[in-house]
């Protein structure tokens, strides 16, 4: 009897210790994700001189989520089902100005020769029925433990501002009619995701157009100024790289 009541103790002790190396691999995932994303955001800034990125956020589900999504799912309450089945425990969610901006973005993230991509849901030319719109991207990320390499999944959300606000608005409203809302809501939901959807449109086209406008006068500029090409060029990735002002007349 005290022998059987050792060996469970060992056992839980050994399950324990296995859910806290599961749920860390989760947190270094995305420490790793972040990390890429963050250096993209920062080469894309340098060379571009613009950030395609508004924010970044990213969350580990909570153990009452995974159990959760477990029972929906009518799957086995174990690690090894939780690591072949849920593949959105580990989220990033990449905040952009605008619709180019996340294929931009994705396309970056999909080159990464360590990160082996899964799968694309694309909600953003196929909406869901209630409007939901983003991109989606589940990929594996390789974690260095002490005792090896792990392959973890992490679900990439790449949204703009517009869509953003709307999922959220939208999750707080199901979430106090506890997913139950009336029809007449829904549509009024479907109703601001297409304008939102209009709204992103809008500024994109805005912005092209600033752009365009910006190059214009730039070559004007470059046309009567006294510095040539290379003087410029250079004065402009010295100002990049330091972060200083150059006096371009000395």
């Known amino acids: 009897m005290v022998e059987k009541q050792i060996t469970n103790q060992s056992n839980l002790k050994d399950f324990r210790v296995d859910v806290t190396r599961r749920m860390l691999l989760y947190k270094f995932a995305l420490d790793e994700i972040s990390t890429k994303v963050n250096i993209l955001q920062e080469e894309f800034q340098l060379i571009h001189e613009y ?108 949204r703009t501002i517009a869509m953003d606000f709307w999922a959220s608005l939208e999750h707080k409203i199901y979430y106090n009619y506890n997913k139950k809302i009336p029809n007449y809501l829904t549509d009024e939901l479907k109703e601001a995701a297409e304008a939102a959807a209009h709204l992103d449109r809008k500024m994109e086209n805005l912005n092209t157009e600033i752009t365009r406008l910006k190059k214009a006068n730039f070559k004007g500029e ?20 330091t972060g200083y002002m150059v006096n371009n007349n000395n």
Do not use: W
């Open 222 to 241: 470059e046309a009567i100024g006294e510095q040539t090409d290379t003087e410029r060029l250079l004065f402009n990735e010295i100002e990049k790289v």
């Open 51 to 158: 950030n395609p990125i508004e924010h970044i956020n990213t969350r580990v589900k909570s153990p009452e989520s995974i159990l959760k999504k477990l029972h929906k799912k009518n799957l086995p309450l174990s690690l090894q089902s939780i690591q072949e089945n849920i593949y959105d425990i580990a989220g990033i969610r990449i905040i952009c100005s605008f619709v180019s901006d996340i294929y931009r973005i994705s396309k970056m993230i999909q080159s990464q020769e360590d990160i082996e991509v899964i799968q694309i849901k694309d909600y953003i030319k196929t909406p869901k029925p209630n409007g939901y719109q983003s991109l989606h991207i589940i990929m594996k990320i390789p974690v260095f433990m002490t005792y090896g390499e792990e392959h973890v999944y992490v679900e990439m959300q790449i």
